[in-house]
């Protein structure tokens, strides 16, 4: 789409000319400073290393979050009620979700006739529901095959950011939260998924914004929080499989009351009984 339609192409240089003799009068630009603005927050790459971390600790029991390009699973959530189909791959992607789909569609797209592409019609058909029909054992092996491949690892990454972190990461820096309450909203749009929904990521924050205002609104980046979890609390609760909030209270809970708002390491919790501990980039489970 053009963003410039309603400018004609005088004005537009015109424009471009007055911008440029500004950036002139003030400073020399600095490229690396320009550069550490798209880094900030969690998406400087050894925060967003620890953010993959925490939320492999959650998911998968483990810190190696670059080990979960293969995993696969039927009915992760053990009932039928909430049955999300396959989750598979380093975010939990689901064939009932759409987000295995497109992943599997921007696989296609880097890597024609890979060995996931002959399923794409059966993901087609199953989206939105949890049957296998046209998957099964085949699909599964098939999914640990080009976990292999560094492309398929590149577009779990790469869908992974677009469906989930980025959203994630800009709205909460749009709130004025700092590290953890980015990684606060990541694994709350991981495990609930964006959208209208009744436990939504975006209903859990409108609950959190009708107690606290976010630090951009001039609120309390504390109490803020406290009002998002408890929120995400009771998102978790209204759901069969997630009862267990100790990804809430023994992670972003712990460090929220601690004051440890950029997340600085050493970080020591327990999720789901196991305990870790990450001191460096290469700490791995206790």
């Not at 791959?89 to 009932?96: A, C, D, M, P, Q």
């Not at 989206?127 to 999914?143: C, H, I, Q, R, V």
Request: hydrophobic letters at 40%.
């Amino acid at each position: 789409m053009q963003r410039y339609t309603a400018l004609t192409r005088s004005s537009f240089l015109l424009l471009a000319m007055s911008a440029v003799i500004s950036l002139c009068a003030g400073c020399v630009f600095n490229e690396k400073a320009s550069t550490s603005l798209h880094q900030s927050g969690l998406h400087a790459p050894e925060k967003k290393h620890i953010a993959r971390q925490l939320i492999s600790a959650a998911e998968n029991s483990s810190l190696e979050w670059q080990q979960q390009y293969s995993f696969i699973k039927y009915n992760v959530e053990g009932n039928e009620q909430e049955n999300r189909g396959y989750t598979a791959g380093i975010i939990g992607f689901t064939s009932r979700t759409h987000d295995m789909l497109a992943l599997v569609e921007k696989y296609q797209q880097m890597a024609p006739g890979n060995v996931l592409a002959r399923f794409l019609p059966a993901l087609k058909k199953v989206d939105g529901t949890s049957s296998t029909e046209g998957l099964g054992p085949e699909f599964e092996a098939a999914w640990v095959q080009a976990a292999q491949d560094p492309k398929f690892q590149q577009a779990q990454e790469f869908e992974c950011d677009r469906i989930y972190f980025n959203p994630a990461v800009t709205q909460a820096m749009a709130d004025g939260l700092r590290e953890l309450g980015q990684f606060a909203y990541f694994d709350a749009i991981v495990m609930h998924g964006p959208g209208d929904d009744a436990n939504s990521f975006d209903n859990i924050r409108a609950a959190a914004l009708k107690r606290a205002k976010p630090p951009s609104q001039g609120g309390n980046e504390t109490a803020y929080l406290h009002a998002f979890l408890d929120a995400r609390k009771a998102a978790m609760r209204n759901e069969i499989s997630h009862q267990n909030t100790s990804r809430v209270d023994g992670i972003q809970r712990k460090y929220l009351v601690a004051g440890n708002f950029s997340l600085k390491l050493p970080l020591v919790f327990k999720v789901n009984d196991t305990p870790f501990e990450i001191r460096t980039m290469q700490s791995a489970r206790l």
